[in-house]
Nanobody, 127 residues
């Protein structure tokens, strides 16, 4: 089992920055590809970003309001932690952000692929 504990959410003004952290338990963190998803009120959970087992490859959502260029995912296997650095935040980024883990090297880009979820952390972007 893998337990994921998220932190770093909060209230930020539009254009601001925020860094989310996800700490994983156990000694097998490096065997999981990791990702971040988000869910806004009344919306389905959607993919934001993912990172490979080695950390050498990253993937970002390609929807119209792309997070690519504004968000950066990274991981530190020595600390069993994955991060999501968010900048140039917009009101439409407001959501609960969830850390996700998938066993193996293939990163999770769809919710059904996720083996473990964090509890979620609220990000609210105001103007």
């Amino acid at each position: 089992q893998v337990q994921l504990v998220e932190s770093g959410g909060g209230l930020v003004q539009a254009g601001g920055s925020l860094r989310l952290s996800c700490a994983a338990s156990g000694r097998t963190f490096s065997t999981y590809a990791m990702g971040w998803f988000r869910q806004a009120p009344g919306k389905e959970r959607e993919f934001v970003a993912a990172i490979s087992w080695s950390g050498g490859s990253t993937y970002y959502a390609d929807y119209a309001d792309s997070v690519k260029g504004r968000f950066t995912i990274s991981r530190d296997n020595a600390k069993n932690t994955v991060y999501l650095q968010m900048s140039s935040l917009k009101a439409e980024d407001t959501a609960v952000y969830y850390c996700a883990a998938r066993w193996g090297s293939i990163p999770p880009t769809r919710a059904p692929q996720v083996d473990y979820w964090g509890q979620g952390t609220q990000v609210t972007v105001s103007s």
